[in-house]
């Protein structure tokens, strides 16, 4: 490999130790045993379940072509993936809230063990099918492990703040040293030892196999709504309308659907883009070098929670801003850059720039999950929760089925273009958040004064 990708990694390798070592006791908060013990058990089971699923990341693309797929054919295969998560997230959704969480992130093992089986087919078919399961799982993945950590924190009595301390925690190791010992962990399986592009699937299907066996043992069961008489279109009535009734829980809805559909769409991008003319890059290192810089955004992200100000609706703002501007990046490079006619070979001057924009990107990444997790718990509904996390889901999988259905019809720098669009967009409407978020304290205040006219304003 080049000198290039060791300076990159190690250069955001040193960043993050400092941050991580340089911590005050500002930066830290003082818990009870009894909830580290509790969020010491949830960082284990979110763990195995992220390496699951991040050994699968950076080979799934690469899987699809050693089988011949093209371009197009590979896109298809993403869609089927989206389009199953926009289909059937909200009814698992619904389902974990009514018939159980800890039921549910099981299913989420089950189902993504049995994806990771079709990966040893080269049958078109059988390939869908996989991409189906992936689908739902993912689905299962992003809202019944939050929503079971939220009721669980909740029903034990701990207190709020600590809630952003396990999120923190989960994103720096779930997202950030777990995904960067799986894209190492899959560059030896695939390059080092030559088991080929199969065996981080086989991996990936021990890891939650693990997980599952922990989350059997010793979780404890929870429900959002378990009322016996509400049916699932229930559920969803009653999910759209605290969306559509809450302006703030259909902004952060928007705002997670404009950003997660940009970062989605950058996932099947960035190959493409780091090697145009069939350019050997190193894969899993790359993939590693990612997720240490969002390991880098969530140590920043665990820094700024712990503190009263900023508030994450006002930081939040600059990091959409931040991303945006990254991703932007593809364009200025095509244009200012010559682009190299030599098939093969190393990686160009201009995917170099790129790759320091994506680093950016994924650091703003970083920032974001833990962030719009304590932006989730604080505005939405515990009863409808995982019905809403996965109606938040559904123009984020419309938004990526659109793009990658017209992969081949746009050229690479107009869908950059339109993700950095959306990030902006996602910018002025975590501004307006940001603007309503004492909302209800002004409609109590409106409310009382009606009561009693007379009645003089409280001071914070």
Known sequence: MELFYFVVFGALGAVVAALE??????????????????????LLVYSLMMAGDWLQGPYVYYLYSTYGFGKGEIGQLFIAGFGSSMLFGTIVGS????????????????????SCITKHSPEYKVLMIGRVLGGIATSLLFSAFESWLVAEHNKRGFEQQWLSL??????????????????????????????????????????????????????TENYGDASENKDLLTQFRGAAVAITSDEKIALLGAIQSLFEGSMYTFVFLWTPALSPNDEEIPHGFIFATFMLASMLGSSLASRLMARSSPRV??????????????????????????????KGGRISFAGCLQLLGFCTFEACVGIFWPSIMKMRSQYIPEEARSTI???????????????LYNVNAFPITVMFGMCSIFLFVASILQRRLMAISDKPKMESWTAMTERDPEAEPLND
């Open 95 to 114: 389902l974990a809230d009514k018939q159980g969480r800890r039921r549910a992130c099981v299913t989420y093992c089950i189902t993504y063990i049995l």
């Open 166 to 219: 396990t999120f923190s925690k989960a994103i720096f190791l779930g997202n950030g040293l777990i995904a960067i010992l799986s894209g190492l962990f899959g560059n030896l399986l695939v390059d080092s030892l030559s088991l080929g592009p199969v065996a981080p699937f086989d991996a990936a299907a021990c890891f939650l196999a693990i997980g599952m066996a922990i989350i059997l043992s010793s979780w």
């Open 21 to 42: 070592l340089s911590k005050t006791s500002k930066d830290r908060t003082n818990t009870s045993p009894a909830f580290n013990s509790f969020k010491n058990n949830y």
């Open 313 to 342: 609706e006002s930081y939040m703002q600059i990091v959409f801003v931040i991303s945006s501007v990254s991703l932007v990046l593809p364009i200025i490079t095509n244009f200012l850059v010559a682009p190299s006619k030599v």
């Open 389 to 403: 996390m996965n109606f938040f889901r559904i123009p984020l999988n419309i938004f990526v089925c659109i793009v």
